[in-house]
């Protein structure tokens, strides 16, 4: 596989993720919000 540069969207632009809130004791996730978000890029 070689390095390529990421081709930007111009059109249909999306904003993903998640936040995650770990429990520090346990290690284990308290809760996952998801992150889905359409992104205006013309203003």
Avoid: C, H
């Avoid at 249909?12 to 809760?31: F, P, R, T």
């Amino acid at each position: 596989m070689m390095p390529q540069k990421f081709v930007v969207a111009t059109e249909d632009n999306w904003l993903n993720g998640v936040i995650v809130d770990i429990d520090e004791a346990s290690g284990w996730a308290k809760s996952i919000v998801r992150l889905n978000y359409q992104v205006d890029l013309n203003t």
